[in-house]
Nanobody, 125 residues
Framework: QARVTESGGGFVQPGGSLRLSCATSGFTLDYYVIAWFRQAPGKEREGVSCIAGSDGATYYGDGMKGRFTISMDKANNMVYLQMNTLEPEDTAVYYC??????????????????WGKGTPVTVSS
């Protein structure tokens, strides 16, 4: 059974950084894409970033490139989201998800095969 589990969320002041982790199991990263999404209070869920397990190609949602960096440790079945210069608008629950389609479709449609339960991030002074 495929499973993804997020960790690393927490409370951070504006301008700070966090690294979120997504532990994966039950499937081979080579054949899937792993994406990060987020949902802020009262807002729709949006795609943050995605990485292709096959070749490590990375993609970012609108406005996400620059402060967010996705990476993968295939040997340990981990995917990370480094978030820098965080702003209060980044406050959200961040989800890791897996899909067999490509990153562009995944970020656009959010039709993922497996989802984690999310990890909350709060950016506040």
């Amino acid at each position: 059974q495929a499973r993804v589990t997020e960790s690393g969320g927490g409370f951070v002041q504006p301008g700070g950084s966090l690294r979120l982790s997504c532990a994966t199991s039950g499937f081979t990263l080579d054949y899937y894409v792993i994406a990060w999404f987020r949902q802020a209070p009262g807002k729709e869920r949006e795609g943050v970033s995605c990485i292709a397990g096959s070749d490590g190609a990375t993609y970012y949602g609108d406005g996400m490139k620059g402060r967010f960096t996705i990476s993968m440790d295939k040997a340990n079945n981990m995917v990370y989201l480094q978030m820098n210069t965080l702003e209060p608008e980044d406050t959200a629950v961040y989800y890791c998800a897996v899909d067999g389609l490509g990153c562009i479709a995944s970020l656009r449609t959010q039709q993922m095969d497996y989802w984690g339960k999310g990890t909350p991030v709060t950016v506040s002074s």
